[in-house]
């Protein structure tokens, strides 16, 4: 009686949590798929269409040509954001004063909004008024300014430059609590069997603080698989088309283009991948440990 | 079980329901959302009626590119607001969808309506029904700075007259040297293209985006010529660099910044420059075609019209009654340096004198807009078959090919 009590009670305790991610994560996902076997249109209307959507998608070469971008663009990014985030942690994590205020410093992108970080970036890699240019110039890298959006390959640089400065700060803070959460009295025995500091990296901190560098990877890997307002604002998917992501193109099909049916499906199938990738990860992760 | 009587006599109850509906009509005020890039002389209409009428109007500037899903989304939803001022290229799709209130009984007794722009005429009409009006016009122009053509030796009262004429002029200026250039037009920005770059195809003779799967795409000769005279232009460094990648953030700055000969632009920067730079020397023309006296112009700016489902539509359709009054037409549009959409009013007292609203008033009359369905497809996309098209002819040099594309692409879609 007390135990069945108790369930009720922690089911009573569940109950607001549960009726928040029903409504505001379930249902959304649900209607979605839905949405995904019908022609809606943004305009309104539309009918059951069955998988049509999911064949026209299979068949589309500017959505996987998009897809294989975005996947160029979290390889490149990914181990990119993890080193300098795992190099920075190691810098700030004892805490020292000016240790602490670095790690404020580099933080501090994160909390400006990505939009508004993408907007600054642009206009620091104009031509023109561009002081990125003209620090590049003067350092005597190039000799001229460059137009960065001009070329995909450049365009991209570009966008990775302006988000490693945006993110890189939560990697560093991820992977600086996997690493002050080892015990400090690891590191006195490693020091007083004369490891080096490079011996301690690789055989204390790396392994001990696997799992919050595998969470900043799968964060990582997932924010860069769903990149689209920093390609929005700073390359316009040009030059040609040539830098359009995934959920780019998935925003182009339902809000310019008006086909709500197919933009759902194209989120369905983007979805999908996504888990997959990330269970595969976490999987790959686990049989490492054992 | 007896009610209580009120204790309030009837006769003082009469009079408070009296007083109550004798105050200003609060029931009746509007609503009003009007695109982002357009707020300005939409506010500048609302607010001359808000002065002269008891019935107000709140204005909601939506951005532009969340205009098309919050007017489906709110209709859907029964919350729509009771006039929408967007930009008329979508028109064919809202009427289509069935989002709009139909005014052609209204419109048809309306004798302001006769003289109104036939393009806005045109756009605003599905089978045979009329679902809005005019609201903030706009067209574009051929802009060249005097100072500029002066210097490299050409008649600074001369605009150029054909396209020929406006590689030649571009060259000429480019020889001045150092960052002034001959030309200037926004490489990413399909539709500040298809605003000045279109109508010159269309005065050489071209008929640009298909109504469905059957009709032309891309016909004649105007679309090669304009291209291969962009490419010419491009080729030979007569354009900086950066227009290439410039998605519209440099539509008019960089022919404000003194330093480019040519650019095509629209009747709004009178005002801008009257307003930011009224000491800047430049001139407007009617864009171009292949001979001289061709010429044409792209119709734009915003029409108004009443959702369908408006909880007020009776004062939403005094609103647009209004919008063609010669009150609104000269006070709310001339005196602030914009067109009026009635031809009968484009000389007025405002206009005297100013060569360059009459020459944006000129194009007005001889400008197109395209009536189609799925324009943004077509062309407002950053993927579009048209800007494909512009970028891939000029800037990858394959002229035929772009068009071939570009046609094929533009029919896939009219055909849905």
């Known amino acids: 009686m007390s135990t069945r009590r108790n369930a009720l009670v922690g089911l009573a305790w569940l109950t607001p949590t549960l009726a928040f991610v029903g409504f505001f994560v379930l249902w959304p996902m649900v209607h979605l798929v839905w949405l995904s076997f019908t022609s809606t249109s943004l305009l309104g209307g539309g009918q059951w269409i069955g998988l049509e959507n999911y064949r026209t998608a299979f068949g589309d070469p500017k959505f996987w040509a998009a897809f294989k971008f975005t996947l160029l663009y979290t390889v490149v990014i990914t181990p990119l954001l993890m080193g300098l985030g795992l190099a920075l942690a190691l810098l700030v994590s004892p805490n020292t004063p000016l240790r602490r205020l670095t790690r404020s410093v580099v933080f501090l992108p994160v909390v400006i909004g990505l939009a508004s970080s993408s907007l600054l970036w642009f206009w620091l890699f104009d031509q023109q008024v561009g002081l990125f240019n003209q620090l590049l110039v003067d350092l005597g890298v190039i000799d001229a300014p460059v137009v960065w959006f001009r070329r995909a390959e450049t365009g991209l640089a570009a966008v990775i430059i302006s988000v490693t400065w945006k993110v890189v700060g939560f990697g560093m803070i991820l992977i600086m609590a996997g690493i002050q959460s080892i015990g400090t009295d690891l590191f006195e025995a490693a020091r007083i069997d004369g490891a080096s500091r490079s011996l301690q990296v690789r055989r204390i901190i790396l392994p001990l603080a696997a799992r919050s560098l595998v969470m900043a990877t799968v964060i990582s890997v997932i924010g860069s698989m769903l990149a689209f307002d920093q390609f929005y604002l700073m390359t316009g998917g040009g030059p040609r088309g040539k830098t359009f992501t995934s959920v780019y193109w998935i925003y182009q099909s339902g809000f310019v283009r008006f086909d709500l049916g197919y933009s759902a499906a194209l989120s369905v199938i983007l979805m999908v991948v996504i888990m997959a990738m990330t269970v595969l990860q976490l999987r790959l992760q686990s049989r490492r440990r054992r | ?416």
């Open chain 2, 1 to 416: 079980m007896t009610r209580p009587r009120s204790r309030i006599p009837g006769t003082l109850t009469a009079c408070l329901f009296a007083a109550l509906t004798a105050l200003p009509v609060h029931a009746e005020d509007l609503t009003m959302w009007v695109r982002e890039s357009a707020a300005d002389p939409g506010k500048l209409m609302v607010d001359l009626w808000n002065s002269s009428h008891d019935s107000k109007i709140t204005l909601t500037a939506i951005p532009d590119n969340q205009m098309v899903t919050k007017l489906a989304t709110s209709a859907q939803s029964g919350d729509s607001p009771d006039l929408v001022s967007f930009d008329l290229i979508y028109m064919p799709d809202f009427m289509k969808a069935g989002l709009l209130t139909d005014l052609t009984e209204q419109l048809t007794a309306d004798p302001n309506y006769a003289t109104h722009v036939q393009a806005y005429k045109d756009i605003a009409t599905y089978e045979g029904k009329t679902y809005g009006v005019g609201f903030t016009p706009d067209v574009s122009v051929l802009a060249w700075n005097k100072d500029l053509y002066q210097a490299a030796g050409l008649d600074p009262e001369k605009g150029p007259t054909t396209i020929a004429e406006v590689v030649d002029h571009a060259r000429k200026i480019r020889a001045l040297g150092g960052d002034t250039y001959g030309f200037w037009f926004s490489g990413s920005c399909p539709g500040c293209n298809i605003f000045v770059t279109s109508p010159m195809m269309v005065a050489a003779g071209s008929k640009m985006l298909p109504r469905n799967g059957e009709d032309e795409a891309l016909t004649g000769d105007g679309v090669k010529l304009v291209l291969e005279a962009y490419k010419t232009m491009w080729d030979e460094g007569m354009i900086p660099e950066n227009a290439e990648v410039d998605t519209g953030a440099n539509f008019v700055s960089a022919f404000a910044s003194g330093k480019i000969g040519i650019a095509g632009t629209g009747g709004f920067l009178i005002s801008l420059m009257k307003r930011e730079n009224p000491d800047f020397n430049y001139g407007l023309t009617l864009l171009p075609g292949a001979e001289p006296g061709q010429v044409s112009a792209f119709v734009g700016g915003d029409v108004v019209a009443i959702p369908a489902g408006g909880k007020n539509e009776a004062a939403a359709r005094e609103f647009v009654s209004w919008v063609l009054s010669d009150e609104a037409q000269l006070q709310g549009l001339a005196k602030n340096s914009i067109l009026t959409t009635r031809t009968d009013l484009a000389d007025n007292e405002f206009t005297k004198g100013n060569e360059k609203v009459l020459t944006t008033a000129q194009a007005l009359s001889v400008g197109y807009v395209p009536w189609v369905f799925h324009f943004a497809d077509m062309v407002n996309s950053d993927s579009s078959p048209w800007i494909t098209m512009v970028q891939t002819a000029i800037f990858d040099g394959d002229v035929d090919g772009a068009i071939e594309t570009a046609r094929a692409e533009m029919l896939a879609i009219a055909s849905k």
